[in-house]
């Protein structure tokens, strides 16, 4: 008898431990807005300041710092406006997708698509050129592995690739520009690299996207 519940416990608790583990994995993986629905973020490439607040479709992105990105907020799928101080531009936003509203240095607004992701055996890599600057790359911060060719400017490219810690740079012609510390890019993740000029210096920073269902 004793060796029955010993044994009816290690059952019970290995489902639990089951459980506990699909939940997290859910919780990773799974979208937590409605069906159907469409994301949109704010990254502020303006030095200067932070932006007080975005607004679009009635709900409101507050307090982004100079060279941060805010998380995605959720829509409806529309046309809207998006408004950021005296500035706005249209956005049509379509079912399932991704877009990054760019504030540049000059207050104009840049609407760039983000690649919609969910393998959850890789990490995403997004590289964003947010300069004025064309043909720079990512690799590795050793140069060694070219991971996203040269882009031009204000333009986006992405890759997946295997869960692994390493640092990148960004470079230009053959040389480092900027590189990052290291980073965990974790599977079934997306971690978002911004190049952007600080004011005639070039910074790479890098962001785990989020979505932020609360707003």
């Given at each position: 008898m004793q060796l029955s519940i010993k044994s009816a416990v290690a059952v019970v608790f290995s489902l639990l431990v089951s459980m506990v583990a699909?939940?997290?994995?859910?919780?990773?993986?799974?979208?937590?807005?409605?069906?159907?629905?469409?994301f949109i973020r704010v990254v502020n490439a303006d030095i200067s300041g932070s932006i007080p607040q975005a607004s679009?479709?009635?709900?409101?992105?507050?307090?982004?710092?100079?060279?941060?990105?805010?998380?995605?907020?959720y829509l409806p799928v529309g046309t809207y406006k998006l408004s950021v101080g005296e500035r706005s531009a249209p956005v049509t936003m379509e079912k399932d997708r991704f877009y990054t509203a760019v504030v540049l240095a000059s207050g104009e607004?840049?609407?760039?698509?983000?690649?919609?992701?969910k393998n959850p055996r890789k990490a995403l890599v997004s590289f964003y050129n947010l300069t004025?600057?064309?043909?720079?790359?990512?690799?590795?911060?050793d140069g060694k592995v070219a991971v996203i060719d040269p882009l031009e400017a204000l333009s986006v490219a992405n890759r997946e690739i295997n869960a692994?810690?390493?640092?990148?740079?960004?470079?230009?012609?053959?040389?480092?520009i900027a590189q990052t510390p290291l980073v965990n890019l974790q599977r079934g993740k997306v971690f978002s690299f911004f190049m952007i000029d600080a004011g005639g210096?070039?910074?790479?920073?890098?962001?785990?996207?989020?979505?932020?269902?609360?707003?």
């Open positions: 699909q939940a997290g994995e859910d919780a990773l993986y799974a979208a937590e807005a409605p069906d159907g629905a469409t679009i479709g009635g709900k409101a992105i507050k307090d982004i710092a100079p060279m941060d990105a805010s998380p995605y907020i607004l840049e609407i760039l698509q983000d690649k919609t992701f004025d600057e064309g043909g720079i790359g990512l690799k590795t911060s692994v810690k390493l640092s990148l740079g960004a470079f230009s012609g053959g040389e480092a210096s070039l910074r790479l920073l890098v962001a785990e996207n989020r979505v932020d269902t609360s707003v």
